[in-house]
T-cell receptor
Framework: EPEVTQTPSHQVTQMGQEVILRCVPISNHLYFYWYRQILGQKVEFLVSFYNNEISEKSEIFDDQFSVERPDGSNFTLKIRSTKLEDSAMYFC????????????????FGPGTRLTVT | RKEVEQDPGPFNVPEGATVAFNCTYSNSASQSFFWYRQDCRKEPKLLMSVYSSGNEDGRFTAQLNRASQYISLLIRDSKLSDSATYLCVVNSNDYKLSFGAGTTVTVRA
């Protein structure tokens, strides 16, 4: 069964450093997403990406964040200058289509990258 | 008002029991609804989409009430492996999923 993969599984970085989190979405999916989950809290939407551009972003996704699809398979999230409060689990997700439909829009999540900022 | 609110639980049930819980959503324009399960420190895994007419997948039954803006999940004949946090998820626009905080279910032997 196809699945979303993410690397690394755990990233430790110092405050102010840049980090890049990597994801390989399911191969025939066209829509890509990043979510985060701070320990003990709910999953929160960060950004969606389609056709090489951001479709929507949340208020969390400020100028410190950027996303890119550098080649045909990878989808990355970059945090330019990490803060302590960026410590969280970051999940990548993908879907065949968006919004209402007949199942094609179901989002499938990768195993996550645990980011620890010290 | 939170976009998605859930019974926090925990629901502690014996094997073989039936357990049910709800969630409510605030955006009446929401179109798509899902239940995901999340095991400790793992990713959300899609359990089932929720259709307007209600739907069943094995021991799991989901219902949607658009008028009252709530979604329910019922688990029959609970197994130990059903122990998890169940996330109510609403697609409030074309791209973004809004998650509830989760309902914790523990099935005991």
């Amino acid at each position: 069964e196809p699945e979303v993969t993410q690397t690394p599984s755990h990233q430790v970085t110092q405050m102010g450093q840049e980090v890049i989190l990597r994801c390989v979405p399911i191969s025939n999916h066209l829509y890509f997403y990043w979510y985060r989950q701070i320990l003990g809290q709910k999953v929160e939407f960060l950004v969606s990406f389609y056709n090489n551009e951001i479709s929507e972003k949340s208020e969390i996704f400020d100028d410190q964040f950027s996303v890119e699809r550098p080649d045909g398979s990878n989808f990355t999230l970059k945090i330019r200058s990490t803060k302590l409060e960026d410590s969280a689990m970051y999940f990548c997700a993908s879907s065949e289509a968006r919004g209402s439909g007949s199942g094609l829009y179901e989002q499938y999540f990768g195993p996550g990258t645990r980011l620890t900022v010290t | 008002r939170k976009e998605v609110e859930q019974d926090p639980g925990p629901f502690n049930v014996p094997e073989g029991a039936t357990v049910a819980f709800n969630c409510t959503y605030s955006n009446s324009a929401s179109q798509s609804f899902f239940w995901y399960r999340q095991d400790c420190r793992k990713e959300p895994k899609l359990l089932m989409s929720v259709y307007s007419s209600g739907n069943e997948d094995g021991r799991f039954t989901a219902q949607l009430n658009r008028a009252s803006q709530y979604i329910s999940l019922l688990i029959r004949d609970s197994k130990l492996s059903d122990s998890a946090t169940y996330l109510c998820v609403v697609n409030s626009n074309d791209y973004k999923l809004s998650f509830g905080a989760g309902t914790t279910v523990t099935v005991r032997a």
